[in-house]
């Protein structure tokens, strides 16, 4: 047991296993850089294993999805998954279940489809976004609740709502957007 190590930095140990990873129970663990590990999965016990996370870099890896206990990262500040090309959707949405502290999420060339419908309202503390080179065609309307997002990447999506248009013209343009839809539903 390695209960006060607090930083671990894993990143471009290609032959690190799942089981290696299983084995590290760290509750004082706050930062850990995983990123390039050609890492599959982390382990299913993860948000049980590292309570006090605040920092995860699991950029570059072969990740597809995250386990059901990582909504336990309740501490969770910054998430980088970049370039894990084959994240599916549920990903997203075990990071919207429960990272509540999370202000940076990266998911740059994730192949994302959809985020939750919900996604603004389980996230309100995002300053910085990074969706751009995935496949949305979509944002939620609950995206207008992540009032504190100030960084936002969409490019590279085939966005249809907003449209391409909007999105390009920046934040203020889709908080717009969505302003207008809630006004015609009301």
């Not at 990740?63 to 599916?88: H, I, Q, W, Y």
């Not at 075990?94 to 940076?104: D, E, I, M, N, P």
């Not at 085939?158 to 909007?166: A, C, D, T, Y």
């Amino acid at each position: 047991r390695l209960t006060k190590l607090e930083f671990l930095c894993i990143t471009g140990c290609r032959s690190i296993t799942v089981s290696a990873i299983s084995v590290v129970t760290c509750s004082a663990l706050t930062r850990l850089d995983a990123k390039e590990c050609s890492l599959r999965a982390l382990p299913d016990d993860f948000g049980n294993q590292v309570p006090s996370l605040k920092y995860l870099n699991c950029a570059k890896n072969c990740l597809t999805a995250l386990p059901r206990s990582f909504n336990r990262l309740t501490k969770l500040e910054f998430l980088s998954m970049r370039s894990c090309g084959s994240v599916t959707d549920q990903a997203i949405e075990a990071v919207a279940a429960g990272c509540f502290s999370l202000t940076y999420l990266n998911v740059y060339g994730c192949n994302l489809t959809a985020l939750p419908e919900d996604f603004g309202e389980r996230l309100p503390n995002l300053k910085q976004l990074d969706l751009g080179n995935n496949s949305l065609t979509a944002l939620p309307p609950s995206f207008n609740q992540l009032t504190r997002l100030t960084k936002l990447n969409l490019s590279g999506n085939p966005l249809q709502e907003p449209p391409v248009e909007i999105a390009k013209k920046g934040l203020d343009a889709i908080r717009r957007y969505f302003d207008e839809i809630a006004k015609g539903a009301t």
